[in-house]
Structures are given as structure tokens and as C-alpha cells.
């Protein structure tokens, strides 16, 4: 009985969340929302679909604290991405531009790291102020002095179409000249999951910062730029990359295929959810096009003596520490379908360990 009682002081009580299959991330979502089926989303209901502005900052509010989330978890993540070397920026090229939108395009290739985990990507854009305002019209208007300017990832499918993910949204100063930097993590993580022999696409739409004509015409006033009015290169867009060296710095319990098919032992693998490619989540889940969910894989090692006796099982290898995931998705309410944004529970894998019967070992 003593040998029990110190196992029971080394051990950890903690919510055993189950890894997800894709049945079992169906059933959590349904009960989330109070549904008993899939909602029955059609392609014709996404056509003409425009993102409510509240709804895009709602999500974009807590995609910012997921990812801030993310980055205190990471160790001494300051230290580590300032001081890698080999960060270097890369400059894309521009495909289009226009008053309201622009396509730019990054040649991706061989820019990252072997054996390396990229923890954070910034978009560096160079905004030129503007010469000449537009002057407002006999009616009185509230003062604008921002633009809204939405990152797009842009996925390339396989019959020519594309199909545009959200990654950040942000207010940008009419007023101001110089480089603003766009958290573009998320679209560089789904590039590297579909086709990473391509160059990434990204895509900026820039609207007015609330409703209405005035502040769309102000917003026309936001030019990114590469170029000045006698061809003199001001800056190039910019793509820089933060890498983490998962030899040097380890990788959080991670699986590394050597040892865990060596030893069987019980660890985190990457494990991508694509919902563009779920034929249940490709039209109803607007944001995000996929993440990266990860579970739990290898074994135990078990007790000598084991505690059946005392109502205990075998140790698996199991969750034992999650988070969630900010989702934007579609709801039919009658004949209309509407847009809407929570944060469901229990989506990321953060940590695996052994457990028996809702007890964690450490």
C-alpha cells in the first residue's frame, strides 16, 4: 500500500480529452453548436458570400490571442527566433495591383530549414501616404482615418481557380508612410501542408473601416508599393520566416521518427486537418482551411505490478493537455444562411502523456 500511495503523490490529475478522429471532431462540433446533423451547405450558398465586418474582427480577435497563445508556450521563443540565423527576408513580386486589391507572390524554395518548425511569419508591406485626399461631399462625415487591410492566403487548385483563406485583418493609418507587418503564420502552415514545391500566394483586399461610401473612398487612399514615381525601388514586399531548430532547441515531447518506432514511446505527432478536403467541412467551415490538430502515437511502458486491483487499467498513450481553435462556419436559419464565429474546445493536441483511468503520470 506504500508503494501505492507514492505513486499516487508522483502522479497528476488532469481532464483526459481523447485524441479526435474526424467522426469524433464531428460529434464534438454538433454538440458544441446544439445540431443533431451537419448543417446541408451547397457550394451556391458560398457564392457572393461577404464576410460581415463584425464577424472578421471577432475572428481575427481570437485567432490573435490563439496565436499569442501559441508563442508564449514555445521556449524562450524571443531568444530562440531572433537569434537563428539564416532568417533572412524574402522579397516577392507583385502580380497585380489595384485600389482595393493586390496578389503578390513568394518563391519559397529552399528557405526553409531542414528539421525546423516555422513558429511565426510576418508580411512586411511598404505603404506610401497619400499626396492628394478626397474631398468629402456637402454632407458632414465622422473623421476616417483608417483602412481595414485583410491578409488572404491564396490556395491554387488544380483546375486554375483559387479559393482565398483569412490570416490577419488589421487597421492601417491612412496618414501614415513607411513598413507595417501582417502575422501571416497561419497561410505559410497551410502552404507547407498543400503544395510546398509552389510559391506561396498571398492576397490583400483593402476596405473602409466602417460602413459606408466615405470611408471606402478613403480606403482607396491605402497604396502598398513597390515601386515610386520614377521607378525607384522603395521596397519590395517582404516575407520573413522565424524558425525553430528542433535538434537544437527540442521540440515540446514531440515524436522524432528514430526514437518513437525505436522505443515505442508515447509522444506528440503532427496530424493536419484539411477542412477544404472534408467533404462535411468544405462548404460549411469558412476559417480556418485547416490546422494542424496533431495526436498522440507510441506506448507505455507498464507497471510491474499493476494496480488492477485498485480499479486501474494499462497506461495509454493519451491527451492530456489541449486547446482550442477559433472557427468561422456557416448556419442555416430557414431559407438564410448566415456566418458565424466561435472557439471550439479541446481541438489542439498541446501535450501526450500516459495515463490510466483519467490519471496523468509524470
Not at 499626396?131 to 483602412?147: E, F, M, T
Not at 476559417?287 to 490538430?293: D, F, K, V
Not at 438564410?336 to 502523456?353: D, H, L
Amino acid at each position: 500500500m506504500g508503494n501505492f500511495t507514492t505513486w499516487v503523490l508522483c502522479a497528476m490529475l488532469v481532464v483526459l480529452v481523447e485524441g479526435f478522429t474526424h467522426e469524433d471532431m464531428k460529434d464534438a462540433m454538433l454538440k458544441k453548436l446544439g445540431l443533431n446533423e451537419v448543417p446541408k451547405i451547397q457550394k451556391r450558398d458560398l457564392e457572393n458570400l461577404v464576410i460581415p465586418a463584425h464577424i472578421k474582427n471577432k475572428y481575427m480577435s481570437m485567432l490573435n490571442l490563439h496565436n499569442a497563445r501559441k508563442r508564449r508556450s514555445l521556449p524562450s521563443l524571443a531568444g530562440i527566433l531572433r537569434g537563428i540565423p539564416g532568417n533572412a527576408d524574402i522579397s516577392g513580386e507583385i502580380l497585380y495591383s489595384d485600389t482595393t486589391r493586390q496578389r503578390m507572390v513568394f518563391d519559397m524554395e529552399a528557405r526553409i530549414p531542414e528539421n525546423s518548425e516555422v513558429t511565426m511569419a510576418e508580411l512586411k508591406l511598404f505603404k506610401k501616404a497619400p499626396k492628394k485626399l478626397p474631398l468629402p461631399d456637402k454632407r458632414s462625415h465622422r473623421p476616417v482615418n483608417n483602412a481595414r487591410v485583410s491578409v488572404y492566403w491564396v490556395e491554387i487548385l488544380a483546375d486554375g481557380s483559387n479559393r482565398t483563406s483569412l490570416v490577419d485583418s488589421r487597421l492601417v493609418p491612412i496618414h501614415e508612410t513607411g513598413w507595417k507587418s501582417f502575422d501571416v503564420t497561419q497561410g505559410v502552415q497551410y502552404w507547407l501542408k498543400t503544395n510546398r514545391q509552389a510559391p506561396m500566394h498571398l492576397e490583400i483586399w483593402i476596405e473602409g473601416e466602417r460602413p459606408g461610401s466615405y470611408a471606402a473612398e478613403m480606403a482607396k487612399c491605402v497604396q502598398f508599393t513597390s515601386q515610386g514615381t520614377s521607378g525607384r525601388t522603395l521596397g519590395k514586399p517582404e516575407l520573413v520566416l522565424y524558425t525553430l531548430n528542433l535538434e537544437e532547441f527540442g521540440s515540446r515531447g514531440d515524436c522524432e521518427e528514430s526514437t518513437a518506432k525505436k522505443n515505442n514511446v508515447c509522444c506528440r505527432e503532427e496530424y493536419f486537418i484539411n477542412f477544404r478536403e472534408l467533404t462535411w467541412t468544405q462548404y460549411w467551415i469558412i476559417e480556418p482551411a485547416g490546422y494542424q490538430a496533431f495526436r498522440c502515437a507510441g506506448g507505455c511502458k507498464q507497471l510491474k505490478n499493476p494496480l488492477r486491483h485498485y480499479g486501474y487499467g494499462e497506461r495509454t498513450c493519451a491527451v492530456v493537455e489541449s486547446t482550442p481553435l477559433p472557427m468561422m462556419y456557416l448556419v442555416k436559419k430557414g431559407e438564410y444562411t448566415e456566418i458565424e464565429v466561435a472557439e471550439f474546445p479541446n481541438m489542439i493536441v498541446e501535450k501526450c502523456g500516459c495515463t490510466m483511468d483519467n490519471i496523468s503520470v509524470v
